[in-house]
Antibody, heavy 121, light 110 residues
């Protein structure tokens, strides 16, 4: 069974940093693109970032470009999201999601349960 | 602001059919495949339809997807109370170089 388990969320002050992790199991981690998607309280889904199977190509939403960095460690079956210069509008549940195939262009299928990030003073 | 537009709500009585539209453009729906997700209250989204009209294993055949040009649709036939949820379309956008989600549609079973 494919499982994705996010961790690292919490309360952080504006301007602060957090590093989210997503531990994966149940599939060949290195064969799939991966993504982060967030959902602000009471709002819809917002794509944040995606990464290719090798980690060599990354994609970011304009809202986080220059502040967030996605990475992966295929030896540890783990996806990361380094979040810097956090703003109140970054407050959301952050979901880790597995790509449907190798390429990022076909979207995601399996989602983790999410980790909550709250940016507030 | 999402580039994929969905109606905010849809409702129907049990057993009936409801259809949700997802309007995009040539850079997303017009040139890439569409996925649909179901999000039950308080839970993570679940893939319902991928590659426009393909159902993952375990998804009932009451759910069907279609795409024509820059418009995609999700149909739910034989509506059941457990279908009450938020539904989102999504597609890769070649101009934004990112994955875009629809605005979301809340389905209510009357």
């Amino acid at each position: 069974e494919v499982q994705l388990l996010e961790s690292g969320g919490g309360l952080v002050q504006p301007g602060g940093s957090l590093r989210l992790s997503c531990a994966a199991s149940g599939f060949t981690f290195s064969s799939y693109a991966l993504s982060w998607v967030r959902q602000a309280p009471g709002k819809g889904l917002e794509w944040v970032s995606s990464i290719s199977v090798s980690g060599g190509t990354t994609y970011y939403a304009d809202s986080v470009k220059g502040r967030f960095t996605i990475s992966r460690d295929n030896s540890k079956n783990t996806l990361y999201l380094q979040m810097n210069s956090l703003r109140a509008e970054d407050t959301a549940i952050y979901y880790c999601a597995k790509g449907t195939v190798t390429a990022v262009y076909y979207g995601v299928d399996v989602w983790g349960q999410g980790t909550t990030v709250t940016v507030s003073s | 602001q999402s580039v994929l537009t969905q109606p905010p709500s849809a409702s129907e009585t049990p057993g009936q059919r409801v259809t949700i539209s997802c309007s995009g453009s040539s850079s997303n729906i017009g040139s890439n495949t569409v996925n649909w997700y179901q999000q039950l209250p308080g839970t993570a989204p679940k893939l319902l339809i991928h590659r426009n009209n393909q159902r993952p294993s375990g998804v009932p055949d009451r759910f069907s997807g279609s795409k024509s040009g820059t418009l995609a649709s999700l149909a739910i036939s034989g509506l059941q109370s457990e279908d009450e949820a938020d539904y989102y379309c999504a597609a890769w956008d070649d101009s934004l170089n990112g994955y875009v989600f629809g605005t979301g549609t809340k389905v209510t079973v009357l």
